[in-house]
């Protein structure tokens, strides 16, 4: 497959607007953050050379809505176009060595089978996800396809694009299919088809909620970063699907993510046939987030060397210096979308918001006590610094929250 050259896409209707951020609204109650956008003036977005004599330069440049000194934000107005911006973001595609071997298309109508196709993009494969309907590809993810030029991926067998869940493919290249007959079956096709590439079961599986995606979204990243296949279960039971992915002489360590209200006790009891099993989660999507990023096992007890535990798992993201995604908990297509971020670049967990407008609490805090960075008086160059990526546009997260996460990872004088 080629690259093929497109005519220049139209500018997104993206807010490219200065913004005023309020007080904190009780930085450690229950509500989160709150903060106040200002109207947006109106144009037309962002535009590369952007020339000084322009009305509304700033917004022209893109700044402080799509980057600010610490902060990226993948601005789609819905998760397919996030998709296609992230994985141009990942792999850009404009010179040799910088395409990936292989492309997901994950379908949209299927959010457990999009999240669980995030761990095609760990190591061997390394394959991005783009979204898609079961008809046809929509145009920004036949764009975005083109200008990847999948060059094949070794682990495939060559293969350039992996369809899941009956999406399309186009002519022309050298494609996969993982089918399931419905959620669960599909989550455990897409767990052998990482097998058989890697060569291996990896010792460690993710267990999600298959009836609420807010809580199983935070497993796209990590699966994307470690290669731990994400499976689901249901409030009553584990799925058959599931349950025969499970079945290994290895006994694989199963992490459940997500609180007791959204996978009960019992199904914990179940799951211990088939291996050890410990739980990961708050009883909200933010503070569950949250839960997953600062999350290590074996715990890493102080005093230890605890680079040299010959076994580990989970982010254990407790110190600065690190990459972080946001998203929107009303868009779990988005996680899948985002995954690739997770496991390239500054790399890091994906953290949730429940309000376009609203920093929660539980994340405020995560950044206060772990993220922001100080340094002595050796010097602002030689501390460790944060990087924020912000998915969606500014109706999934204000530019605002934007604004005051570039505050909270700044690199501070520490006292």
Not at 228 to 233: G, H, S, T
Request: aromatic share 6%.
């Amino acid at each position: 497959m080629r690259p093929t050259t497109l005519p220049a896409p139209r500018p997104a209707a993206v807010l490219g607007l200065l913004c005023a951020c309020a007080a904190l609204a009780g930085c450690g109650g229950g509500g989160g953050t709150k903060l106040i956008e200002v109207s947006p003036p109106s144009n037309s977005g962002p535009a590369l050379g952007a020339q000084s004599g322009t009305p509304i330069a700033n917004p022209k440049l893109g700044f402080p809505a799509l980057a600010t000194k610490n902060t990226t934000r993948v601005a789609g107005a819905d998760p397919i176009a996030d998709a296609a911006g992230v994985a141009l973001a990942v792999y850009p595609s404009a010179g040799p060595g910088t395409h990936p071997g292989a492309v997901t298309i994950a379908p949209t109508d299927d959010w457990q089978a999009a999240i669980a196709s995030a761990v095609l993009m760990a190591a061997p494969i390394r394959a991005p996800v783009l979204l898609s309907g079961r008809s046809s590809l929509p145009s920004v993810t036949a764009a975005a396809l083109r200008a990847l030029a999948p060059t094949g991926a070794g682990a495939t067998g060559g293969v350039q694009v992996i369809s899941v869940g009956g999406t399309p493919s186009p002519s022309g290249v050298r494609s996969a299919s993982i089918a399931g007959k419905d959620p669960y079956a599909l989550a455990a096709a897409i767990d052998r088809f990482a097998t058989a590439a890697s060569g291996k079961a990896s010792p460690d599986v993710v267990i999600a909620s298959g009836a609420d995606p807010a809580y199983a979204m935070p497993a796209a990243g990590l699966a994307a970063e470690s290669g731990a296949p994400i499976l689901f279960v249901n409030s009553t039971g584990v799925p058959e699907p599931t349950r025969q992915a499970l079945l290994s002489p290895q006994k694989p360590h199963i992490y459940v993510l997500g609180p007791p209200s959204v996978i009960p006790a019992g199904v914990l009891r179940q799951l211990r046939k088939y291996g050890p099993v410990k739980r990961v989660g708050a009883s909200d999507p933010a503070a569950n987030s949250v839960a997953f990023a600062a999350y290590r096992d074996p715990p890493c007890v102080r005093g230890q060397a605890c680079a040299h535990v010959p076994r580990s798992f989970g982010w254990a993201i407790r110190s600065p210096g690190h990459g972080y995604v946001l998203i929107d908990s009303h868009r779990p297509l988005d996680a899948a979308a985002a995954a690739p971020l997770s496991a390239s670049g500054a790399y890091g967990p994906q953290l949730l918001l429940d309000s376009p407008s609203t920093l929660p609490s539980s994340v405020t805090n995560y950044f206060l006590n772990y993220a922001t960075p100080g340094y002595t008086q050796e010097g602002p160059t030689a501390a460790v610094y944060n990087h924020g990526w912000v998915i969606g546009d500014p109706s999934a997260i204000s530019v605002s929250v934007q604004a005051f996460v570039d505050n909270l990872l700044e690199a501070v004088p520490q006292k």
